[in-house]
């Protein structure tokens, strides 16, 4: 079976994997687009698994103010090198993550840093463990691990503050 140049520009777009990856994948799957992007999101996870004890120096600190300036956040996120940082795609995780941190309020980055004693679910407290505010049927972390198979390299969110008037 050939698979068209639209279905393979199609699931680029929707996943930003590489032209020869989707073209791979789609001829495995026999032209299901749907099925094709979950092995590539399930591939990614795998590369970022692998990615995840790289050192990570470089980044951006990026904030969100809300409208009406009583809620901000800013957040640090870092990758390998400055390369990926100065990416649009690095930026749009990095501002997205501090719109994350602004609406949920999260207390701590990953389920790590979570004491015994805290009482609330993590996914109310740790933001990697949130649903995603933009699609909730996605985590953050499942977020970053798509950003990490993307930008191909470790990503990792170092910390945030928020900030609410009156709190």
Known sequence: MTTSTQTVKELRQ???????????VLD????DLQKAAEVLRERGLAKAA???TR????????????????V???????CESDFVAKTPNFRELT???AMQVAAMAPRYVDKEDVP??????????CL???PYIRDPSRTVRELVQEAIARLGENIRVRQFIRYALGE
């Open 14 to 24: 929707l996943t930003g994997a590489g032209i020869l990856e989707c073209k791979r």
């Open 28 to 31: 495995e799957v026999g032209g």
């Open 50 to 52: 692998g990615k995840a």
């Open 55 to 70: 050192e990570t120096r470089e980044g951006l600190v990026d904030s969100y103010i809300h409208n009406g300036n009583r």
């Open 72 to 78: 901000g956040a800013l957040v640090e996120v870092n």
């Open 95 to 97: 501002h997205n993550l």
């Open 116 to 125: 015994d004693s805290e009482e609330k679910p993590l996914t109310e407290v």
């Open 128 to 130: 990697m463990e949130q």
